[in-house]
C-alpha cells in the first residue's frame, strides 16, 4: 500500500503538472468563493453516461435510422452461408486470407477442386461481412451525434472569450471556473468516447480496429488529464474544431451506402474544404497560441510541453492525412467518378478486390492449360485471348479499386 501512494503522490507531483507555486489544494473545488474549479470527482460521469448513450443509439437505430434505411432500398439481407467443411472453416479460423500453397493443402485434405474451395472461401468471407443497412445505421448514428455535438459546442463557446480570442485561453490559469455548460459539454463527449469503446468491439470490424481503440483510449486520456489540470479552454476549442469535419465524413459514407453516388461525391468535396480549413486552418491557430502566446503569459511547467507536444504530433498527422484525401480527390477527377466505397475502412471491403483478382488470374491460368490441346489451338486461340482481356481487365480495375480504397480507410481513420 506504500508503495502505490508513493507512486501516486510521485505521479501527481505539483512540480509535473501545476504552474510554479501552486498546489492541488490551490484548485481544489471550493478553494476561492471566485472560482469554481473543475472537480477530478466528476471524471465517473462519463461512465455511466456512455451507457445512456448507447441506449440512445440502439433506439434510434432500432426505430428510425433502420427503416429510413429500408425505405430507401438498403440491402438488409445477409449472403447465404457456406456449407460445413470443418477442415475449411478451422483454416479460415486461423487467416482468413487464401493463399496458393494453403489452396493446394486444402485441396488435398477434403477432396475438392480448388476452384470449389475459392467459391466456398469467397462465401465464407461474405458470411461475415455486416450487411450494408448495418454499416449505414452505424454510420447515420455518427452522423448525427457529430451534428449535435459541433451545434451544442458552438453555442456553448459563442459567449466565451476565448472561442473568439484564443489568448484568452491562458489569462488567469490555473484559476478558471467551470460553467454549467462546459460540464456538460466535456461530459457528453467523454461519454460518447466511452461509448464508441465499449461498441467498437460489436460494429462494422475494421482494418484499424486496434489504432481505433487506442485513439479513443489516448482521447479520453487526455481529456481527463486536461480536466483534471484545470486545462478546460483549450481543450474545448479543440473539441469542436475536430467535430465540424467529421459530420461530411460521415454523411458522404451513408449516401454512398443509400446508393446516391454524385451527393456522395458532393459531400466528399465539402468534407474535404472543411478539412483543410479546420484541421489546416483553425486548429494551427490553436497550436499558435499554445507555443508562441501561452509561454508569454504563464510560467512554464512539464505537463505545459507534455501536451504541448501531443498538440503537435496530431498536426503533423493532419498533414499527413491531408496529402492522403487530396491524393484520393486528384486520383478521383482524374478518372471521373469516385471509384468503390473510398470513405470505408471496413477490412473486408479493402482485401476483396484484390483477393477476387487473385482468384480471377488462378482461374483463367487453369482454364488456358486445360484447353491447350492441338485440335483446339485455332477455336481456343479466340476464346483464351478474350478471357484474358477480360481478366487483366477485371485484374486493373480491382487493383484501381484497391489502392483508392485502402487511402480511403486511411482517410476515414483520419477523421476520428
Avoid at 20 to 35: E, F, L, M, Y
Avoid at 186 to 193: A, D, E, L, N, R
Avoid at 369 to 394: D, F, W
Avoid at 406 to 411: D, Q, T
Wanted: aromatic share 14%.
Amino acid at each position: 500500500m506504500d508503495l502505490i501512494n508513493k507512486f501516486s503522490n510521485a505521479f501527481w507531483s505539483t512540480q509535473i503538472w501545476l504552474p510554479p507555486n501552486t498546489t492541488w489544494a490551490d484548485i481544489a473545488p471550493g478553494s476561492r468563493p471566485d472560482v469554481v474549479h473543475a472537480n477530478y470527482k466528476d471524471l465517473i460521469w462519463p461512465i455511466p453516461f456512455a451507457a445512456v448513450v448507447m441506449l440512445v443509439r440502439y433506439t434510434l437505430e432500432r426505430f428510425w435510422i433502420s427503416p429510413v434505411g429500408k425505405s430507401l432500398g438498403i440491402r438488409s439481407s445477409r449472403p447465404k452461408k457456406a456449407a460445413n467443411v470443418p477442415i475449411l472453416e478451422k483454416a479460415y479460423a486461423k487467416s482468413t486470407r487464401l493463399d496458393k500453397k494453403s489452396l493446394g493443402t486444402l485441396s488435398k485434405q477434403t477432396d475438392m477442386s480448388e476452384r470449389q474451395i475459392e467459391r466456398w472461401w469467397r462465401l465464407r468471407r461474405a458470411q461475415d461481412k455486416p450487411s450494408t443497412l448495418v454499416k449505414f445505421c452505424e454510420n447515420t448514428w455518427r452522423c448525427i451525434y457529430y451534428l449535435y455535438s459541433f451545434i451544442f459546442g458552438v453555442i456553448v463557446l459563442w459567449d466565451k472569450p476565448w472561442f473568439w480570442d484564443v489568448k484568452s485561453c491562458w489569462y488567469g490559469y490555473p484559476h478558471q471556473s467551470i460553467s454549467n455548460d462546459i460540464w456538460w459539454y466535456y461530459m457528453i463527449s467523454m461519454s460518447f468516447y466511452w461509448s464508441l469503446t465499449g461498441t467498437q468491439f460489436f460494429d462494422v470490424k475494421r482494418k484499424d480496429f486496434w489504432q481505433m481503440f487506442i485513439h479513443h483510449m489516448v482521447t479520453l486520456l487526455l481529456m481527463s488529464l486536461s480536466w483534471v489540470c484545470n486545462l478546460h479552454r483549450v481543450g474545448s476549442l479543440v473539441l469542436v474544431v475536430h467535430d465540424c469535419a467529421d459530420i461530411f465524413l460521415e454523411a458522404a459514407k451513408l449516401t454512398k451506402y443509400a446508393n446516391y453516388q454524385k451527393l456522395c461525391d458532393a459531400i466528399f468535396a465539402i468534407f474535404t474544404v472543411v478539412w483543410i480549413v479546420t484541421r489546416l486552418g483553425f486548429y494551427p491557430r490553436i497550436i499558435y497560441s499554445s507555443s508562441v502566446e501561452a509561454p508569454r503569459i504563464l510560467p512554464m511547467f512539464p505537463a505545459y510541453y507534455i501536451f504541448n507536444s501531443l498538440l503537435l504530433m496530431l498536426l503533423v498527422l493532419h498533414v499527413i492525412w491531408t496529402y492522403m484525401i487530396l491524393k484520393i480527390v486528384v486520383d478521383s477527377l482524374q478518372k471521373g467518378l469516385m471509384s468503390g466505397d473510398i470513405r470505408s475502412s471496413d477490412s473486408e471491403d479493402l482485401t476483396d478486390s484484390s483477393e477476387n483478382a487473385r482468384l480471377a488470374n488462378g482461374s483463367a491460368r487453369s482454364k488456358n492449360k486445360s484447353n491447350s490441346g492441338a485440335s483446339l489451338a485455332a477455336g481456343s486461340a479466340g476464346e483464351a485471348g478474350a478471357g484474358a482481356g477480360a481478366v487483366t481487365q477485371r485484374k486493373t480495375n480491382n487493383a484501381n479499386n484497391h489502392t483508392t480504397e485502402a487511402a480511403g480507410g486511411a482517410a476515414t481513420t483520419a477523421a476520428k
